[in-house]
Antibody, heavy 123, light 110 residues
């Protein structure tokens, strides 16, 4: 079964860090680009970051650039999002998603999504 | 404010057809593939259309997509109550070097 399972969310104080993980199974992980997408409660989907199949290129939304770092370990079929200097506006449900293409700049269609992990930034 | 513009809501009667528009620019829709997603509360988003007009396996042909210039459209025919959801368009934006989604359209089946 093709599956993505996120973990690592939780309650964190402003200014602190958190690392999200996404475990992939059921497909050849290192053939595809991967992305993080978030949804603030009551708001729409927001693309956060993407990474090429071989990690050669990454991209970030302006709202997280310089604070978040995306990475992947193809040997472990895992995607990560290191979130530093967290702000209240980072509070959201974070999804990892698989691209149909191999480049983070393809955005051919995000065809597999996890159920998401909730990040709450509050003092 | 989203880079891609969608109407916040759309509605049509059961069994009828509805279209959802997605307007962008030359740096996003005008030069990249568009995909469409259905999102029901409490569930993961589902890919409905990729590469402008292709359907993943399992998506019924009631759902179709098209693109012209810097705009894209999702059409849903034979509306069912289960189609009530939020719908999002998405693409890559070369100017921003970022993925972008529309603000979402909430579909109501009357």
């Amino acid at each position: 079964e093709v599956q993505l399972v996120e973990s690592g969310g939780g309650l964190v104080q402003p200014g602190r860090s958190l690392r999200l993980s996404c475990a992939a199974s059921g497909f050849i992980f290192d053939d595809y680009a991967m992305h993080w997408v978030r949804q603030v409660p009551g708001k729409g989907l927001e693309w956060v970051s993407g990474i090429r199949w071989n990690s050669e290129t990454t991209g970030y939304a302006d709202s997280v650039k310089g604070r978040f770092t995306i990475s992947r370990d193809n040997a472990k079929n895992s995607l990560y999002l290191q979130m530093n200097s967290l702000k209240g506006e980072d509070t959201a449900l974070y999804y990892c998603a698989k691209d149909r293409g191999f480049s983070d700049r393809d955005f051919y269609g995000l065809d597999v999504w996890g159920q998401g992990t909730t990040v709450t930034v509050s003092s | 404010q989203s880079v891609l513009t969608q109407p916040p809501s759309a509605s049509a009667a059961l069994g009828q057809k509805v279209t959802v528009s997605c307007s962008g620019s030359s740096s996003n829709i005008g030069s990249n593939f568009v995909s469409w997603y259905q999102h029901l509360p409490g569930t993961a988003p589902k890919l409905l259309i990729y590469e402008n007009n292709k359907r993943p396996s399992g998506i019924p042909d009631r759902f179709s997509g098209s693109k012209s210039g810097t705009s894209a459209t999702l059409a849903i025919t034979g509306l069912q109550t289960g189609d009530e959801a939020d719908y999002y368009c998405g693409t890559w934006d070369y100017s921003l070097s970022a993925g972008v989604f529309g603000g979402g359209t909430k579909l109501t089946v009357l």
